[in-house]
């Protein structure tokens, strides 16, 4: 057999190829390009201060800065078990298996395969029956059997399919993003929850403390009035100190018990009692004195809200191409292929193969403005989002000057109430000394004591704030999630999964992971 080809048969290749490489290269609507974000600052307001001139430190893990053994367990645990960043990671899978669905549109839309058998009567009075009696003769009723595939491809001239299929992509991406966002508050939350409940432990000890001093205060003044040397108004004032002072200790329980709570949900735990063990009972988080900050672009890299936004953006970017290629005719190639015979035995054979093809095109014309409204609402829904995203930005960058601030202004707070509670106490210890010499009266030594509750606790909230402030600081600049892995480079913004760490309950075979056993918070 000659391997000769004709050149009429070689340009029609030609053609042919040229065609799919211009249905593939044409995309309409406008391709995304990031917003300008160059309002940003270089630097941030409190940059120069002594606070944040300190040791660098890696904001994957930046809870390890307060050494606390127990808090680095509390982190291991809820990323591993918190059922809220399950549902993160399975969002991924769903916008993974919506963006094949998408991708499927790239080929025939529709294939279908049908087959049937009818047992056909024909009447004998309709105007089109007709039989010559000796040359032609009708039956009145006869089998049909048929067995068809048909299927039909519109073409993605103008890149619609092309368009859906990128906005699936950025919808992965912002699922992604939005996985990292809830590792982000999940560990923000877990140490803010553990600062709490050891802020509160620390309260507690400090009340307990003033109780047993204003216990032996109560116990001096009685004896003082047995013996003649005091007043009974003495006596009134020393026990409505201790009753106020002991009111304290249960209202505290409470925000203890809350916390725990808290920290077990967080956990995936069933709620209980669980954290308050003596060898940690009250030691509030030291933070360092000083940290290393980068600077304000920082955020556009390590803010996974920011990615959702800029993702989201991409996304709607792709509808306004999917809403203007309803603008053209849409072109299609359209076949059906099968057989179809009055016996069975005879269906397969080839005379009985029936079959059509050939291309197709429809057109809206008469569509009474509602593509080219559909075009101008998804351009506005662009231009939100587009603000939207802006707006991300500016919140991001007052979070981070925000929680700055407050940890500066916390530092210093906290060495005046250190001054202050170092001088009630002597002031206390004193007057106790010249009440039971008779030096002074009781009404001095009841306003010290009430002094010195107060000024603890204020000194104790305090210490809770530093560490809260810090943990707010590393949410807002973003810290928590791994920024190395976000997107494989290259234009596509193909969606990277090497450097993500996602829990194993993420595959669909198990897709019901059990909740977190007493166990694990024994480790």
């Not at 308050?276 to 933070?287: D, H, I, K, L, R």
Request: proline share 5%.
């Amino acid at each position: 057999m000659s391997n000769y080809e004709s050149p009429s048969k070689h340009r029609g290749r030609n053609l042919f190829l040229g065609l799919l490489l211009a249905i593939s290269g044409c995309k309409v609507g406008p391709d995304f390009c990031k917003p300008s974000v160059d309002y940003l600052q270089e630097g941030w307001t409190d940059q120069a201060n002594s606070r944040f001139h300190g040791q660098p430190v890696d904001e994957k893990v930046w809870w390890r800065v307060f050494n606390d053994p127990a808090l680095d367990q509390l982190m291991e645990t809820a990323l591993a078990n918190n059922l809220d960043l399950k549902q993160a990671g399975q969002r991924i899978l769903e916008a993974r298996a919506l963006r094949q669905v998408a991708a499927g549109n790239l080929f025939p839309q529709q294939q279908t395969a049908n087959a049937g058998f009818n047992r056909v009567r024909i009447s004998e009075n309709d105007a089109n029956f007709v039989v010559v009696p000796g040359f032609f003769q009708t039956a009145t009723s006869f089998n049909s059997f048929t067995s068809n595939f048909s299927a039909a491809w519109e073409l993605d001239f103008w890149g619609k399919y092309r368009r859906i299929v990128e906005a699936a992509d950025a919808n992965i991406d912002a699922s992604m993003a939005a996985f990292d966002q809830a590792k982000v508050l999940l560990v923000g939350e877990v140490a803010r929850t553990y600062i709490d409940l050891r802020t509160v432990e620390q309260r507690i000890l400090l009340a307990q403390k003033n109780i047993e001093i204003q216990r032996a205060t109560l116990r001096l003044t009685e004896e003082k009035i047995r013996v003649g040397t005091a007043v009974k108004l003495d006596y009134h004032q020393a026990k409505a100190n201790l009753s106020q002072t002991e009111s304290v200790v249960p209202t505290l329980e409470i925000l203890r018990r809350q916390a725990n709570h808290q920290l077990c949900v967080l956990l995936g735990h069933i709620p209980e009692d669980a954290f308050s063990t003596t060898e940690n009972f009250g030691n509030v988080p030291q933070p360092p004195p000083s940290i290393a900050m980068g600077i304000p672009n920082d955020l556009l890299r390590r803010r996974p809200d920011i990615q959702i936004a800029e993702r989201q953006l991409a996304s709607q970017s792709a509808r306004i191409g999917i809403a203007k290629a309803d603008f053209y005719p849409q072109l299609s190639l359209v076949g059906t292929v099968g057989v179809s015979a009055q016996n069975m035995n005879e269906l397969f054979q080839p005379s009985s193969l029936v079959g059509a093809t050939g291309p197709a095109a429809s057109w809206n014309l008469l569509n009474y403005g509602r593509i080219k409204n559909r075009v101008v609402a998804e351009k506005e829904a662009f231009e939100r989002l587009r603000l939207a995203y802006h707006s991300t930005i500016l919140n991001a960058y007052k979070e981070a000057q925000d929680a700055q601030a407050a940890f500066i202004n916390y530092w210093e707070r906290m060495h005046n109430l250190q001054e202050a509670a170092q001088n009630s106490a002597a002031a206390v210890n004193i007057s106790q000394i010249a009440f039971a010499e008779g030096a002074t009266d009781f009404n001095r030594v009841y306003l010290l004591q009430s002094e010195l509750v107060q000024v603890q606790d204020s000194l104790a909230e305090n210490q809770g704030q530093v560490a809260q402030s810090l943990v707010n600081l590393f949410v807002a600049l973003g810290g928590g999630w791994d920024v190395s892995g976000a997107y494989c480079p290259g234009v596509t913004q193909e969606p990277c999964m090497v450097n993500h760490q996602y829990p194993v309950q993420f595959e669909a075979s198990n897709p019901n992971p059990p909740i977190m056993h007493n166990r694990y918070l024994q480790r």
